[in-house]
């Protein structure tokens, strides 16, 4: 990856600490008591979230009746109607089945959870702030539960932005290069190319191609195979089996294309190839 570098990736998940965090003037000193009376708030709060969803049922969520129409008002004609139904119940019975296998609530359960997401999050917290703000964080248990003095708001507030707009940067300016190079003549099958948070099953060779085996339940495409035409593999930092599209970069390569796909399995995998040509199934 030249821009959406594992480098990149990492700084991307520095943009959000900011979000849930609510000043708090007790947040300024360490308090063992306060501590302990926001763990049980927060907890409460957690275990009231998980009851009330557990009561929603499947047809609030994923109705009988099938109703499209165009962002524009206008309906669909009758072949794209059809094909959209087909295609929203055909995803709608795979969300039953997973809804079907989502256990009923437990409140001693949701506790461990809650406790379990947040060690989580106390031990990213470490790991992701720089030193200068960690140095003012009177509590880092307190701030793992979303209260921070004013100053250590501010600063880490002031640190997320600063994230966000550099992956922001690095993100345009890969799609002006893009636009640059392909101009009004993309490749037809960038149509289709969009595997983001697809699992991937296998990844082979098949005489002179790489053949891409998806898992894509938790993606955006019903594309469950791509298929790398006279590919030749640069770079693959470890096995693909079972690991999460990320994010990808495409680049004019001869008389093909080179493209470039950042994975996420126990670590971040990057994976480049050179193509001639991409057909799905």
């Known amino acids: 990856m030249k821009y959406m570098t594992k480098e990149w990736y990492e700084t991307m998940q520095k943009t959000s600490f900011h979000l849930l965090l609510k000043v708090s003037k007790k947040a300024e000193t360490f308090s063992e008591d306060y501590f302990k009376k926001l763990y049980k708030s927060e907890e409460k709060a957690w275990l009231q979230l998980h009851e009330d969803a557990s009561k929603v049922k499947f047809e609030d969520i994923f109705p009988e009746e099938f109703h499209f129409v165009n962002i524009d008002g206008t309906p669909l004609d009758s072949s794209e109607y059809e094909e959209a139904k087909r295609k929203y119940f055909e995803m709608r019975e795979q969300a039953r089945l997973n809804f079907m296998n989502i256990p009923a609530f437990d409140p001693e359960r949701e506790k461990e959870n809650f406790k379990q997401t947040f060690l989580i999050n106390v031990e990213r917290l470490k790991k992701s702030l720089p030193d200068k703000i960690l140095q003012k964080v009177a509590d880092i248990r307190v701030l793992a539960l979303n209260r921070a003095s004013a100053n250590v708001k501010k600063e880490i507030t002031a640190y997320c932005k600063a994230n966000k707009k550099a992956a922001e940067k690095a993100m345009k300016t890969y799609w002006k290069e893009y636009k640059k190079n392909f101009k009004d003549n993309e490749p037809a099958f960038t149509e289709k190319f969009n595997f983001h948070d697809c699992k991937i099953i296998s990844c082979r060779k098949r005489g002179n191609d790489v053949v891409i085996t998806l898992d894509n339940s938790g993606g955006f495409t019903d594309v469950k195979q791509i298929i790398?035409?006279?590919?030749?593999?640069?770079?693959?930092?470890?096995?693909?089996?079972?690991?999460?599209?990320?994010?990808?970069?495409?680049?004019?390569?001869?008389?093909?294309?080179?493209?470039?796909?950042?994975?996420?399995?126990?670590?971040?995998i990057d994976f480049i190839v050179t193509t001639a040509d991409v057909k799905y199934k």
């Not at 035409?229 to 096995?239: E, F, V």
């Not at 693909?240 to 970069?249: N, Q, R, S, T, V």
């Open 228 to 268: 790398f035409k006279n590919c030749s593999i640069l770079k693959q930092d470890a096995p693909l089996h079972g690991a999460i599209w990320l994010y990808d970069e495409i680049y004019k390569s001869g008389s093909g294309y080179e493209i470039h796909v950042l994975l996420l399995k126990k670590k971040l």
